[in-house]
C-alpha cells in the first residue's frame, strides 16, 4: 500500500471513530433532563420540613421518614403524597422524554430500567412500612440498635431516587451518574441510619482530627460528634452531583446537535 492510500485509509478511520462518537454523545446525550428533573425533586423536598435551612433547638422526628430524612417534617400525609405521587410523576415525565428522542433521534436508551428500578424500590419501601413491626423509641444515646439502624436506614423516599439514578447510570453507561447514586445511598444511609441526623462515630471523629491510634487499636479516643447541618443543606449537597452532570451532558448534547 502506497502512502496515499495509507493516508486515506487513517483519514477514513478518524472520521468513522468521530462518527461514533458523535452518535455515541447524541445517544447519551439526553440524561441531562432526568439528571435535573430528580434535581429538583430533591430541592423540592425542602419544603417538606419546618425548618429546612434555620437552626432549631429541639425537633419531633416521627418514623419512617417520609419526608426523606429524619427531621421534623410539617405533615408526615404530604410528605407521603410528595414522593409516592411525585417520584412516578418525574418517571413518565422521563419516559415520555426517552420516547420522543427515540423517534426523533432514531436512537434507543434503555430507560425503562431506570423507570422499573425507582418504581420498584418505591413500591418495596410502601411493603416495608406496611409490615407490623414493634414500636422503636428514639435512643437515648447518639447512636441507634441496630434494628433501628436498619428500620430507619431502609424506610426514607430518598433511597427509590437514588436506585433509579443507578439504574439510568448503567443505561446511559455514565461514571457521573454512578457516583450521584452512590453519593445519595451513602448519605442516605449515614443520615436515617443514626440519631441525631449527621451523627459520626468515635472512630470518625478521631481520624478527621488526625487521631489513628484509636481507630488502629480498636479503641476510639474520641466519643463522637454530629455534623449539625439541616436538611436543606445535605438535600443540597445529595443534588450537588447531579446539578454538575447535567451541565456537562447539556453542553455536549447541545455541541453535539450543532456539529461541535
Do not use: K
Not at 471523629?205 to 484509636?214: E, K, M, R, S, V
Request: charged share 10%; hydrophobic share 50%.
Amino acid at each position: 500500500m502506497d502512502q496515499a492510500s495509507q493516508g486515506q485509509a487513517t483519514q477514513t478511520l478518524a472520521e468513522l471513530e468521530r462518527l461514533r462518537r458523535r452518535t455515541r454523545t447524541r445517544a447519551h446525550g439526553g440524561a441531562w433532563l432526568p439528571a435535573l428533573g430528580i434535581t429538583a425533586l430533591l430541592l423540592a423536598s425542602s419544603a417538606l420540613y419546618h425548618h429546612p435551612f434555620a437552626s432549631t433547638y429541639s425537633i419531633s422526628v416521627d418514623s419512617p421518614y417520609w419526608a426523606g430524612l429524619p427531621d421534623e417534617q410539617r405533615d408526615p400525609l404530604a410528605s407521603y403524597l410528595f414522593w409516592f405521587l411525585g417520584t412516578p410523576l418525574l418517571f413518565a415525565a422521563v419516559g415520555a422524554w426517552y420516547r420522543w428522542r427515540s423517534r426523533s433521534l432514531g436512537l434507543r436508551v434503555a430507560w425503562p430500567l431506570f423507570v422499573g428500578a425507582g418504581l420498584g424500590v418505591l413500591l418495596l419501601l410502601a411493603v416495608l412500612a406496611a409490615v407490623p413491626t414493634q414500636e422503636h423509641q428514639q435512643p437515648d444515646s447518639l447512636s441507634s440498635s441496630p434494628g433501628h439502624f436498619w428500620l430507619s436506614g431502609l424506610l426514607t423516599p430518598l433511597l427509590p431516587i437514588a436506585a433509579a439514578v443507578v439504574a439510568l447510570a448503567w443505561a446511559e453507561r455514565s461514571r457521573g451518574l454512578t457516583v450521584a447514586g452512590g453519593w445519595i445511598t451513602v448519605l442516605t444511609v449515614w443520615l436515617c441510619g443514626w440519631f441525631p441526623m449527621g451523627y459520626l462515630p468515635g472512630w470518625a471523629t478521631d481520624i478527621l482530627g488526625g487521631d489513628l491510634t484509636g481507630p488502629l487499636d480498636g479503641s476510639p479516643n474520641s466519643l463522637g460528634g454530629q455534623v449539625d447541618w439541616r436538611p436543606g443543606i445535605w438535600l443540597t449537597l445529595m443534588a450537588l452531583p447531579l446539578v454538575t452532570f447535567a451541565a456537562i451532558r447539556g453542553v455536549q448534547s447541545w455541541r453535539a446537535a450543532n456539529g461541535g
